[in-house]
T-cell receptor
Framework: KNQVEQSPQSLIILEGKNCTLQCNYTVSPFSNLRWYKQDTGRGPVSLTIMTFSENTKSNGRYTATLDADTKQSSLHITASQLSDSASYICVVSSLVGAGNMLTFGGGTRLMVKP | KAGVTQTPRYLIKTRGQQVTLSCSPISGHRSVSWYQQTPGQGLQFLFEYFSETQRNKGNFPGRFSGRQFSNSRSEMNVSTLELGDSALYLC?????????????FGPGTRLTVL
């Protein structure tokens, strides 16, 4: 069964600090891995997308890593801001037939405090 | 370019009723996917439509159905509503559903079943 596990479930950090969120997956066949940010009451917004051959991808203060051998990914947030408070969702995509099948992690709820 | 729009944004129904939700994708996007998001289960894939054809389907009962029109707009229907159907329903559009095509999410429709 395809699964995506995220840790921690929730995290509180002080503004300006760094943090790292983890994602482990057992999805086959693997196509790509995505990190989304979801603000409360809104739809998810894509942060990064990485394929099998990509180890690192950055989007501003967000840096995602992927280790396809151990099936692990991380999202590192640098110099956190209050606006980073949101849920971060790891999503693994696999090609099924002619389309894409997405498996979602349960998300990490991040709260940045002043 | 306008983003993904969903209507209505909020909906209250009673058990046994049926409901239809609408999604207008980004102009030029041909793939529309639907997801259910609940606090307990997280984001779960419902189905994906591409060129008016359902290409992938998640593990939801037949009460959940959808369709896509020639202009790529999509509707989702839930019949015989149950309390457990209360959730945020998100749709996402992409250019196509091949690997690496980024999905753009709408703001969602918050459905409450009483």
């Amino acid at each position: 069964k395809n699964q995506v596990e995220q840790s921690p479930q929730s995290l509180i950090i002080l503004e300006g600090k760094n943090c790292t969120l983890q994602c482990n997956y057992t999805v086959s066949p693997f196509s790509n891995l995505r990190w989304y940010k979801q603000d409360t009451g809104r739809g998810p917004v894509s942060l990064t997308i990485m394929t099998f051959s990509e180890n690192t991808k950055s989007n501003g203060r967000y840096t995602a890593t992927l280790d396809a051998d151990t099936k692990q990914s991380s999202l590192h947030i640098t110099a956190s801001q209050l606006s980073d408070s949101a849920s971060y969702i790891c999503v693994v995509s696999s090609l099924v037939g002619a389309g894409n099948m997405l498996t979602f992690g349960g998300g990490t709820r991040l709260m940045v405090k002043p | 370019k306008a983003g993904v729009t969903q209507t209505p944004r909020y909906l209250i129904k009673t058990r046994g009723q049926q409901v239809t939700l609408s999604c207008s994708p980004i102009s030029g996007h041909r793939s529309v996917s639907w997801y259910q998001q609940t606090p307990g289960q997280g984001l779960q894939f419902l189905f994906e439509y591409f060129s008016e054809t359902q290409r992938n389907k998640g593990n939801f009962p037949g009460r959940f159905s959808g369709r896509q029109f020639s202009n790529s707009r999509s509707e989702m229907n839930v019949s015989t509503l149950e309390l457990g159907d209360s959730a945020l329903y998100l749709c996402a559009s992409s250019l196509a559903s091949e690997s690496y095509n980024e999905q753009f999410f709408g703001p969602g429709t918050r459905l409450t079943v009483l």
